[in-house]
């Protein structure tokens, strides 16, 4: 049976941990007509929920087969990046000893390999060997802490992070760890499978689609009304939901990240799950909420993990300097503050008078 997403309000919930609402795919803002009505698959992968919502332009691929062609693509890609699964291709690099080469996937190298150029762009703020710090903190796979770890501990794992001592050889896909460190890749792994599901919907004919994995979006073409899919980015509130902006997009990606959804507190503290990999704790900042556009959602979500650890005024200079389109939101006070690249201007809506 065909599992059905209900996406009036699809969330968010990977490694970057925004929150995105998709408003097109149910309601499509019930006053206009639908000239073509959506088809909805979803189901369960990484730890959180994938959505399909797609325009049946022809009946050569059906919906069953599109539901099982992504499933078994799904549980390809989590097989290779998960650090959930003790036999995944992540985990066995992560266990193998220093100085050794490791053979890997073209799907496993392609995504390191865009980390290590995020890395670099963000001046050492986004860095995939920060596993153990993760871990440590409690957003890995081992048990939720209920203290924050000592400053000991989070010095001595520091020592391992540092993407430099990650060797790459194109030529044969060869990957050689030269210290001792855990690599995590969630901060893009949802973003790279949901350019995977795309381009493979692509290839089975279907060109209207919303692709979305854990918030996680692309989208191609035209929604059932036969205008730009609608997606809202959410205000960053804990207790409550509301819409801070409503995009008109088609044919890009979007991820957000943001630090109030996924955190621990501890005596009226609150501990984010983004790790500042140059030194080994939360971030703590006013940059509550970052949303970046971009032609691969891998790219969207690396990019949004980077800049929230860089914090507002870093991040907007970074994201400028590397020509993103991407919004940020501010809690200052009581208050949220908003702003946007300049290329970001292009997604907003018009001003009302």
């Not at 022809?58 to 998960?82: F, H, K």
């Not at 802490?145 to 020592?159: G, K, N």
Request: hydrophobic share 45%.
């Amino acid at each position: 049976m065909i599992s059905v997403v209900k996406p009036a309000f699809v969330t968010l919930q990977s490694h970057s941990r925004g929150w995105l609402f998709c408003l097109a795919a149910l309601f499509l803002l019930g006053s206009c007509v639908r000239q073509a009505p959506p088809v909805q698959l979803g189901g369960d992968i990484m730890g959180t929920t994938w959505g399909v919502t797609y325009i049946e332009e022809s009946s050569e691929v059906s919906p069953r087969q599109l539901q099982d062609g992504i499933e078994v693509l799904l549980a390809e890609v989590n097989s290779s990046m998960s650090t959930y699964q003790a036999d995944s291709e992540i985990s066995e690099f992560n266990a193998i000893e220093t100085q050794t080469w490791f053979s890997s996937s073209a799907e496993f190298f392609a995504v390191l390999k865009a980390a290590l150029d995020v890395g670099q762009k963000s001046n050492g703020a986004y860095d995939v060997t920060v596993g153990a710090l993760v871990d440590l903190w409690g957003f890995g796979p081992g048990d939720i802490i209920e203290a924050p770890p000592e400053h000991d501990e989070i010095a001595q794992l520091l020592l391992r992070v540092g993407q430099a001592n990650l060797r790459l050889e194109d030529q044969n896909r060869s990957i050689l760890k030269q210290r001792d460190f855990s690599v995590d890749v969630s901060s893009l792994a949802k973003g790279y499978a949901v350019d995977r599901v795309a381009e493979w919907l692509s290839a089975q004919g279907v060109r209207r689609y919303m692709v979305e994995i854990g918030g996680e979006m692309r989208l191609s073409g035209l929604s059932g009304r036969g205008d730009p899919w609608r997606i809202a980015i959410e205000q960053p509130m804990i207790a409550e939901r509301a819409v801070a902006v409503t995009l008109s997009l088609t044919d890009v990606a979007i991820a957000t990240s943001g630090d109030y959804r996924n955190y621990f507190e501890v005596d009226g503290r609150r501990y984010s799950h983004s790790i500042d990999p140059r030194t080994g704790y939360p971030v703590r900042h006013d940059l509550v909420s970052v949303t970046v556009m971009h032609q691969s959602c891998m790219m969207a979500d690396a990019w949004a993990t980077a800049l929230t650890v860089l914090g507002a005024e870093e991040a907007m200079m970074v994201a400028q300097a590397q020509g993103l389109a991407v919004y940020f939101i501010q809690r200052l006070g009581d208050e949220f503050v908003h702003s946007q690249t300049s290329l970001f201007a292009a997604y907003l809506p018009p001003p009302e008078f």
